[in-house]
């Protein structure tokens, strides 16, 4: 029996707020950001301070990562026959699963995104053909239209789908927990730290929270607006919502010292559409098989292209 997806034509999106709590203890390291630090603020007219614990941008990285194998450098079973690209980067290959900016990455030729623009008859001096551009990326790279992709180096940049599928992780009512050590030097204790020898004290910066929540919004207006046949809306949703649930399975960890896990793994609930229930992983993987089969026809062939 096939999952119900019939509230896909009623909502504009669907949004899951799910409750994390730390693995082991109460402290966890949030994310930090070159000369800032950890991103914390207070949301006006509350006086405790929030956190962000992961960015919408690092969470996408980890969502795409959920049906990449990269021991075999390949996609995971349940996600075998998606297209995707493959180049060959200074020696060493590399693919639009893997690269931040899909089939935008420096890695990429330029004559990639060309055939993209000539494949839907991209113009400077007329409209950007959305309809055509999805369907093109559907064929070739469909993880580029659930996450987002701009050919910024196609001539004027119109060439751009921003992301369905957005995640971030915040915590509330959070507490700076400050603390430090020293790296030990048996030989020498004074030594040089400009060369790491000697005694070296470092501090060290963590959070307690009340609240840690992990965020997922899927923008099914925008997905409806790109008039794909039905059963790639379908693929679309399917593989976004096994993303969603592979990464709470076992995408948690997200540093040494930042190690979380969902509250309620069994019964992982929306806040819209109200009280629907996300799926299970193993439920997700055999719904993913037979929309990808469902797909095959709007795939490239062979699903793999190399450049």
Not at 36 to 62: F, I, K
Not at 222 to 241: D, I, K, M, T
Request: hydrophobic share 40%; charged share 25%; net charge neutral.
């Amino acid at each position: 029996m096939s999952i119900d997806l019939s509230w896909l034509q009623k909502e504009s999106r669907l949004l899951l707020d799910v409750p994390l709590q730390p693995v082991q203890g109460t402290r966890f390291q949030p994310t930090g950001f070159p000369d800032l630090g950890a991103a914390s603020y207070r949301v006006p007219g509350d006086h405790n301070e929030s956190v962000l614990v992961e960015s919408a941008q690092s969470m996408a990285n980890r969502l795409e990562n959920t049906i990449w194998d990269s021991a075999n450098r390949s996609l995971i079973e349940p996600a075998q026959g998606i297209p995707y690209i493959v180049a060959n980067a200074q020696g060493h290959e590399t693919s639009s699963i893997e690269e931040s900016h899909r089939l935008n990455s420096g890695y990429f030729p330029d004559s990639l995104r060309k055939a993209v623009g000539d494949k839907i008859q991209y113009s400077r001096t007329s409209p950007v053909n959305l309809v055509a551009f999805s369907k093109e990326l559907l064929r070739i790279d469909p993880n580029s239209i659930l996450h987002g992709v701009f050919l910024s180096q196609l001539e004027d940049g119109r060439l751009r789908l921003p992301r369905l599928l957005s995640s971030f992780i915040e915590a509330s009512e959070a507490t700076l927990v400050a603390s430090g050590g020293v790296k030990l030097d048996r030989i020498s204790a004074k030594g040089e730290a400009d060369k790491g020898t000697g005694h070296i004290p470092f501090s060290r910066t963590e959070y307690a929270a009340a609240k840690i929540t992990a965020f997922f919004n899927l923008d099914l207006y925008l997905l409806r607006s790109y008039g794909l046949p039905e059963e790639a809306n379908r693929f679309l949703v399917v593989l976004a919502l096994y993303k969603i649930r592979a990464v709470l399975a076992s995408g948690l960890r997200l540093r040494t010292a930042c190690d979380l896990e969902v509250v309620e793994p069994e019964k992982v609930v929306a806040r819209r559409p109200a009280g629907w229930e996300l799926p299970g992983l193993d439920e997700l993987s055999g719904e993913l098989q037979k929309a990808v089969a469902a797909c095959r026809s709007h795939f490239a062939d062979p699903s793999i292209t190399k450049v």
